[in-house]
């Protein structure tokens, strides 16, 4: 005879799980428009400044009611909303980092790792690829430190089904910041996470901000779980 418990209970586990995901995939397509806009913007923002470039040429300036001189602070407000957007673009490359650090720890380079992914570079790295054979120790350690660390992030707004794409999405449109020789004061500035607040929500898209935040405090937790910077 069957269990009526059990099966009500198994029913109302696979409900609740079916909503959960229904809801991942909602806010996954909501954030794929959101980068397809967004990028739309980037290239406009992109030709604004070439035709602004144009139209005044380096060097050459306007002059008020009062015959002074004034700089074009178009330019200026658009250069900054560039090194802004680097800056983030910064923030989401540390991010997955930071997560693919605490993942692999025995791993010293990173190149092809990737935070979507994670779970099948886990089932790789286990692998020996000769015979086929699984460290089941590791393989479980990993998993435990992949499951603790989406456990942690997961207080802050995190989504592992949604934001390592919304990472890559941002290091891919805004690139990251190049400069390694910055000023004293700047370098004060990039790992102040009340700067950086105020600095993400007056020069990105209002869309995406949230996200952004998610990822700005997602950083800090690692920071002051290892004791390194924000930006390292």
Known sequence: MDNPGLYSGDEEAFNTGSLRLLKENAKLRKLMGLMQENMELHCTLKEHERKAQIITPPGQHKKDHNGMKEKKNTFIDLENIKKCQRIVGELAFQLDRRILSAIFLEQQRMYGYRVPNIKEKIIQVTTI???GKVDEKLRYEL??????????????????TVHPHFTEYIVNTYGITKDRHAKTEDLSSYNDPQYL????????????????????????????????SLLI
């Open 197 to 228: 607040n105020k600095m993400i929500n007056e020069c990105m898209p209002r869309d995406i901000v949230e996200d952004i935040i998610i990822i700005l405090n997602c950083l800090v937790y690692f920071a002051r779980e290892d004791g390194k």
């Open 143 to 160: 998993y435990q430190r992949y499951n603790h660390t989406m456990d942690e992030l997961r207080k802050f707004g995190y989504n592992p």
């Open 129 to 131: 690829p000769a015979t």
